[in-house]
């Protein structure tokens, strides 16, 4: 009996080109792979939807050109490939900076490719882009966070109306009833000294006031935010040629030693604001003969303006209150704290829009320093 033809079966054995069509066809992840050198040697297409680099542009480059400085400077390349050769896999969701410097988010993964041998033949990283996930997830946050910020600001501004504004208003009408009565019996002096009073009571209530539509201005008026690229020597010679009359009468020197090609990135009006504020409150609380002097060096992407005048200084606890809102009355805080106000919650609220902050250093008796930061250049990836 003759044995049968042995029936054999086509088995498809995929190439590598077949692995290279697969890659390639998956446009939401970018899938590359490095050398022992940690250099790129191969790149799919989908990389170069994501990324914007073509082949030819970055194979062999350095694999740290798509991470962001920020990123390099604390060594995250060199630690997801540390953490994948102890662990197998390293696994990460951060920022990583495109072709055209744009940011994309993505959930990644590295790998080390090891030989039959065992030896290390370089390593593949794979990346999902979740950038509209976590745009979507930020702004969710950001709106929470909004909400939580609008709910403060409403509570600090009926703490301000109630105490701050409602107290004086109830002194300038009972001043005025007591005049209303007597006015007949009183001696001119007396009626003199009252009006005085009335008028002084009234501007400085209107002044309060002001600031506190400017202050919510910030909160509700986001349309007419508009920061630029400005030289900041300008907008400090502005300020001095507004206040110099001011500073004048206590023959109070004003000085800037700023360099000229200076910039930041704010919105103008908000800076003018900013300066004006603290300088006018220095010249409030330095005596005759002082000096006010403003200074400005970089650290990494921002300026660190400061304003230094030769003043009164203030306690601690003055300091510790100064930018928060108080539950007294702001007129009487300005006088007797040496700069405690308003004024001060405007400029903390102007800094925040523009992304940067103030703080202050001072010693009774010495004088203070008011420091704030704002951006060099427009923020890649704005809060």
């Known amino acids: 009996m003759k044995n049968k033809p042995e029936t054999r079966k086509n088995i498809f054995v995929p190439d590598a080109e077949f692995y290279s069509q697969i890659i390639d066809s998956l446009e939401d992840y970018s899938v590359l792979t490095l050398d022992n050198e940690f250099n790129i040697n191969s790149w799919s297409s989908g990389s170069t939807t994501i990324f914007g680099y073509q082949a030819e542009e970055i194979i062999g480059k350095p694999y740290d050109i798509i991470f962001t400085e920020e990123d390099k400077k604390i060594g995250i390349p060199a630690k997801e490939i540390k953490t994948a050769l102890k662990e197998g896999r390293a696994t990460d969701n951060r920022w990583h900076l495109t072709k055209d410097k744009s940011l994309f988010y993505a959930y990644g993964q590295v790998f080390p490719l090891i030989g039959s041998e065992g030896d290390i033949l370089g390593y593949v990283k794979i990346l999902r882009d979740l950038t509209k996930q976590k745009k979507s997830e930020d702004a969710i946050k950001k709106y929470t966070k909004d909400l939580e ?3 403060k600001h409403k509570e600090s501004v009926l703490a301000i109306l109630s105490h701050d504004l409602r107290s004086p208003l109830t002194a300038i009408i009972q001043l005025t009833s007591y005049l209303k009565d007597y ?52 907008y400090i010679n502005k300020v001095f040629e507004n206040l110099k009359d001011t500073a004048t009468i206590d ?32 010249i409030k609380h330095t005596g005759k003969g002082g000096t006010i002097e403003i200074s400005a060096k970089n650290k990494e992407d921002k300026i660190i303006v400061q304003i230094k005048d030769s003043g009164v200084g203030m306690s601690k606890e003055i300091m510790d209150n100064l930018f928060t809102p108080q539950m007294k ?32 250093e001072s010693i009774e008796g010495e004088g203070s320093s008011f420091y704030f930061t704002l951006p060099i250049e427009e923020p890649l990836n704005p809060k």
């Open 251 to 282: 023959t109070i020197n004003l000085h800037q030693e700023v360099e000229e090609d200076t910039s930041v990135f704010a919105d103008d009006k908000m800076l003018i604001s900013i300066i004006q504020n603290i300088v006018s409150n220095a």
């Open 329 to 360: 009355n702001l007129s009487e805080a300005r006088k007797n704290n040496k700069g405690a106000g308003i004024g001060l919650l405007l400029v903390k609220g102007f800094l925040e829009k523009n992304g940067g902050e103030i703080w202050v």
């Open 149 to 151: 910020d609008l709910n």
């Open 183 to 234: 006015y007949r019996t009183m001696k001119p002096d007396e009626i003199q000294k009252m009006l005085d009073t009335l008028y002084k009571s009234s501007t400085d209530e209107l002044d309060m006031l002001d600031y506190l539509v400017e202050w919510a201005r910030i909160k509700y008026a986001s349309d007419i935010f508009s920061p630029t690229k400005i030289k900041l020597t300008e």
